[in-house]
């Protein structure tokens, strides 16, 4: 079998861009996933004959539910980073009390 690109048949190496694409999206699995969904639904839209019109609405609430998980995913990354930097800091503080408190 012939593996060579073909103009109906792209190469299936991914470009450096490409490369940086997946690596975002291997660390980001729910955008992943939203854009699959996107993908998918529009593959499945234009098979069933969706107007103009329509596509543009679909397409509309498809980048607002993907800035919804973009968000998602940015808080969650943010959360867990605050907690890491948090919790590192309290087991590197120094204790500022000897454990006797003064007498007056």
Do not use: V, Y
């Amino acid at each position: 079998m012939n593996d060579k690109p073909t103009p109906h048949r792209p190469s299936l190496d991914p470009t450096p861009d490409e490369q940086k694409l997946l690596l975002q999206l291997r660390g980001n699995p729910l955008l992943g996933l939203q854009f699959r969904s996107i993908a998918n639904n529009f593959e499945d839209e234009i098979a069933n004959g969706m107007d103009a019109h329509q596509a543009e609405i679909a397409m509309i609430e498809a980048l607002q539910e993907l800035g919804k998980c973009m968000m998602h995913q940015w808080a969650e990354n943010t959360q867990r980073d605050i907690i890491a930097q948090t919790t590192d800091l309290q087991k590197h503080s120094k204790k500022n009390s000897d454990g006797i408190p003064p007498s007056e």
